[in-house]
């Protein structure tokens, strides 16, 4: 098996489009070498904890509305070509995405870390949910599978802060300033929504590494 690490944020769109795009690949190859772990990084770490009006932020960071509706105007596409459904209308807030981190390094203790890394995207994407606010973090967390009273309970407290926000410093120090970023087997490193024909092709390439590996091993 070959390690996929994948650095991403609940609040960044092309974050979905790119899971679902590498989604729609691993589909399609049942067989991939993959073992994925996902990582926390924040866009933007200075956000209020309770996030804030989108069309207020978007407009502040992209110098309006005319320039907040191009930075989203190509998402539209990419969503329906990847097969995602992506309401950018229901999306009233830019949540602060620290607990949602903290809710998917939980998830992964008990193996369901890319579901709920799903079910986070799906919540504020498709249904505009505030991924922010901890009784909606908790239900989604009930809602694959874990322990929901216990969730809102550690989400109370400080439980995992500070490692989240080492990994996040960590991985810019590393030199990670966008996202989604991949990396395969911890050297070969892939930047934004890469499309299902990449994912495709390079699954297909290190499976006949692989194949190739044992068949020399047996000789």
């Known amino acids: 098996m070959i390690r996929l690490d994948i650095l991403s944020d609940i609040a960044c769109p092309w974050c979905y489009v790119g899971k679902a795009y590498l989604d729609r690949a691993l589909e399609a190859h049942p067989e991939h070498p993959f073992v994925i772990e996902w990582h926390p990084y924040q866009l933007n770490p200075e956000m209020p904890k309770e996030g804030m009006d989108r069309h207020a932020y978007m407009e502040a960071k992209f110098g309006g509305r005319e320039g907040a509706a191009r930075a989203d105007a190509p998402l539209v596409s990419h969503a329906a070509e990847a097969g995602i459904e992506l309401n950018l209308d229901r999306v ?4 602060n995405t620290l607990d949602a981190h903290r809710l998917i390094h939980w998830a992964g203790f008990e193996g369901r870390q890319t579901a709920m890394v799903s079910a986070l995207f799906r919540a504020l ?20 599978g874990l322990d929901r009273d216990m ?7 400080d439980g995992d802060v500070e490692e989240i926000r080492a990994r996040i410093e960590h991985a810019r120090e590393r030199g990670v300033n966008a996202v ?3 990396i395969i087997a911890e050297r070969h490193v892939l930047q934004g929504a890469q499309p299902t024909a990449t994912w495709g092709k390079i699954v297909e390439e290190l499976s006949e590494r692989i194949a190739e590996l044992r068949r020399n091993s047996e000789t």
């Open 151 to 157: 969730m809102r309970r550690l989400l109370d407290g």
């Open 125 to 144: 994407w498709r249904d505009g949910r505030d991924v922010g606010d901890a009784d909606t973090l908790a239900d989604i967390a009930g809602e694959v």
């Open 180 to 182: 989604p970023t991949f």
């Open 92 to 95: 009233q807030r830019a949540p």
